[in-house]
T-cell receptor, first 115, second 115 residues
């Protein structure tokens, strides 16, 4: 069975500092990885995804994520945090392959950017 | 264009009553997902529809939960004999045709409160 772990319930970072939100995954095959963001009182929005190719994926709002196969990780990063980045972040994994593959979401990490 | 819409946005019901939650996916999207988001929990997969294929119902927590998708578009999630533990935000998402596991576009959710 596939799974996603987001080990931190909350991450606090000062505005202007770099931020990292951690995600590790387990899947029996090649992974298809996603990050979604949920702003307060709003629906989930797609940030970025990794399929194949370059391990560093760039997404919306200046976010990027690095796929590390040996560590089975897909950490979300941003060089300089903004207060407006404060939100709930979800990592998700699926199995890359033909046909329907279920997407499994992590439990989410609350990012708090402190002015 | 229009995004995924869900109705109602909020639903308060009494224990034991039945409720219906509606999802209108993005036009042309063939895949439709239902998730449940409880306080402090991640996204719990409920059910997946893809075109005319048999739905993946493996996430439905009990036989009180059912879902339909009529004409490959609108979907209704029905919860019979609601219980207090059913209180959560129910999210719907859709994906475009193509790779069966792809970026999901989420609706704003329906907040269900069972008294």
């Amino acid at each position: 069975a596939q799974s996603v772990a987001q080990p931190e319930d909350q991450v606090n970072v000062a505005e202007g500092n770099p931020l990292t939100v951690k995600c590790t995954y387990s899947v029996s095959g090649n992974p298809y990885l996603f990050w979604y963001v949920q702003y307060p009182n709003r629906g989930l929005q797609f940030l970025l995804k990794y399929i194949t190719g370059d391990n560093l994926v760039k997404g919306s709002y200046g976010f990027e994520a690095e796929f590390n196969k040996s560590q089975t990780s897909f950490h979300l990063k941003k060089p300089s945090a903004l207060v407006s980045d404060s939100a709930l972040y979800f990592c998700a994994v699926s199995l890359l392959g033909g046909g329907y593959q279920k997407v499994t979401f992590g439990t989410g990490t609350k990012l708090q950017v402190i002015p | 264009g229009a995004g995924v819409s869900q109705s109602p946005s909020n639903k308060v019901t009494e224990k034991g009553k039945d409720v219906e939650l509606r999802c209108d996916p993005i036009s042309g999207h063939t895949a439709l997902y239902w998730y449940r988001q409880s306080l402090g929990q991640g996204l719990e997969f409920l059910i997946y529809f893809q075109g005319n294929s048999a739905p993946d119902k493996s996430g439905l927590p009990s036989d009180r939960f059912s879902a339909e998708r009529t004409g490959g578009s609108v979907s209704t999630l029905t919860i019979q004999r609601t219980q207090q533990e059913d209180s959560a935000v129910y999210l719907c998402a859709s994906s475009p045709p193509g790779q069966s596991t792809d970026t999901q576009y989420f609706g704003p959710g329906t907040r269900l409160t069972v008294l």
